[in-house]
């Protein structure tokens, strides 16, 4: 038995006598029984972003999943997986579990793939995504959309104001339009505390990637091509980028604001709707590519990034 292991097993006993310190410059361990805080460490400092780790999404929420993501070592695809799924929780008037999408991943070395999930839908293209490209583990990238629409989650201005924009075509279906409306009968505003239980339970299922049966997602090399790339109501996207020098860049769209406005009976989603702006999705998700600083510059293409850098949380 090695003297680092030894030193684990004394220390070990130390700690639960009451004992405190460590040996050979170990820092101590504090155990507490009952709970997540038993394997606590007090000196456990987390280290700070690097400066090529980057975020851009309009939603707060989902930035910050994203983060995380990045600094427990996750890869730019994993961290794309986890913004997609908390976007279908936090921005259902453009993205929903089956709602069409294109996601460009760009390797170290520039090389670019694309994975077409525009007939697939989100959740077997982010399926797809991470086979080819994740690292961390996939019920760990879905569990914080599932906790968001769990336990609840501020709406954001943007939801807010598409609802009020957009938010008719909730009226059709009652069952899509009770989900938009608090405990006091009124349509849901900035600010208030939001659940989507049905729909957590649905991610709760998804988390085992067996739920996710029908057509695979299609793979092929994006071309840019001389189309418009402004994004319309209904269709969002994101970038993000690993310390590693990967990058992942997805488009996501419901067709229009809340698709169809129709809701599925249990799963807590919306339908889409067909919008002309599926065919260029693939150029969208390389707009969204440029969004991203190359060595503390911006890229000399940004002005193809497909909505207003002030409309992004850009993370560090």
């Known amino acids: 038995m090695g003297p680092l292991y030894k030193c684990v097993i004394i220390l070990s006993f130390l700690t639960l006598a009451g ?3 460590g040996c050979d410059g170990l820092p101590p361990v504090r155990f507490q029984l009952g709970g997540l805080q038993g394997s606590e460490n007090a000196e456990y400092v987390r280290p700070p972003p690097r400066p090529d780790m980057q975020v851009v999404t309009s939603d707060r929420e989902a930035a910050a999943v994203a983060r995380e993501i990045l600094l427990a070592k996750g890869s730019a695809a994993d961290a794309a997986v986890g913004l997609g799924f908390t976007l279908s929780v ?26 077409d999930f525009r007939t697939a839908r989100l959740g077997r293209g982010l399926l797809g995504l991470h086979a080819k490209f994740g690292t961390r583990p996939w019920s760990s990238l879905v569990i914080s959309a599932e906790t ?15 609802i009020a924009k957009y938010g008719g075509v909730l009226a059709s279906d009652t069952r899509g ?41 299609t793979w092929g090399v994006p071309v840019y091509k001389p189309y418009e790339t402004a994004l319309s109501p209904g269709t969002t996207g994101f970038a993000v980028a690993d310390d590693a020098g990967a990058a992942v860049a997805c488009a996501l769209t419901m067709g229009r604001p809340f698709g169809l406005g129709s ?6 989603f919306l339908f889409p709707a067909s ?28 002005a193809r990034c497909p909505a207003p850098s002030s409309t992004f949380s850009l993370m560090p």
């Open 90 to 115: 936090t921005a259902p008037s453009s993205v929903s579990i089956i709602g069409g999408g294109v996601c460009v991943a760009r390797d170290a070395k520039g090389a670019l793939e694309a994975v």
């Open 19 to 21: 004992v405190l310190g």
């Open 148 to 162: 968001l629409a769990r336990f609840g989650h501020r709406v954001s201005p943007a939801l807010a104001d598409d």
């Open 263 to 268: 809701m599925t009976r249990d799963g807590g």
């Open 177 to 217: 339009l009770q989900q938009f409306m608090t405990a006091e009968r009124r349509l849901i505003a900035a600010g208030d505390d939001w659940r989507q239980p049905r729909l957590s339970d649905t991610l709760a299922k998804i988390r085992t990637p067996r739920f996710l049966d029908g057509n695979p997602p």
């Open 275 to 302: 919008s002309p702006q599926d065919a260029i999705l693939d150029q969208l998700a390389l707009a969204f590519l440029t969004c991203l600083k190359q060595g503390g510059e911006p890229d000399k293409d940004a």
